[in-house]
C-alpha cells in the first residue's frame, strides 16, 4: 500500500492511464481495418484525450460528490479517467459498404503508435528517476 501511495503523486498513473488508452485504440483500430469490408459495420473510436485536457484546466468550477447517486459537478479527476470506446456519427461511405477509411485508419493507427512509445518512454524515465531517488542519487 505504501508503494500505491508513493506512485501516485508523481506522473505514473496519468502515463499509466495513457498507456491503456493508447492500447485501446489500436484494438480499435484493428477492429475498423479489419471490418473495412463489412458491409454495415460501423466504425469506433475511443475518447480520452480531450477528457484529459478538459479534467486537468485549472479554470473550471470545482465540488465534491458527496454521494455516488449525485451528478457530479465541474470536471472529473484526472485520474478517474478512462478511455471510452464510442460509434461517432459519421456518415456511411457512398460505396454503401460501410464509413471506414483505411487510409486514415492506417494514418491513426500509425499516430497512436507513437503516443504509446512517446508515453512508454515517459513512465521509464519516472520509474528511473524513482529508482534514482531510492539509490540516493540525483
Known sequence: ?????????????LLS?????????????????????????KRLEVKFEEELRKSLRKRSVG???T???????GRRRAIELEPEVYEPNDPV???GVNNV???HE??????????YSAAAKFTAKNFMKIKAAIKGRS
Open 1 to 13: 500500500m505504501l508503494l500505491k501511495g508513493i506512485f501516485n503523486h508523481t506522473k505514473i498513473p
Open 17 to 41: 492511464k495513457s498507456l491503456k488508452a493508447s492500447a485501446v485504440r489500436q484494438r480499435i483500430r484493428a477492429n475498423n481495418i479489419a471490418n473495412a469490408n463489412t458491409k454495415g459495420y
Open 63 to 65: 465540488g465534491m460528490q
Open 67 to 73: 454521494n455516488e447517486k449525485h451528478i457530479p459537478l
Open 93 to 95: 461511405d457512398p460505396s
Open 101 to 103: 477509411d483505411i487510409e
Open 106 to 115: 492506417m494514418a491513426e493507427l500509425a499516430k497512436n503508435q507513437l503516443i
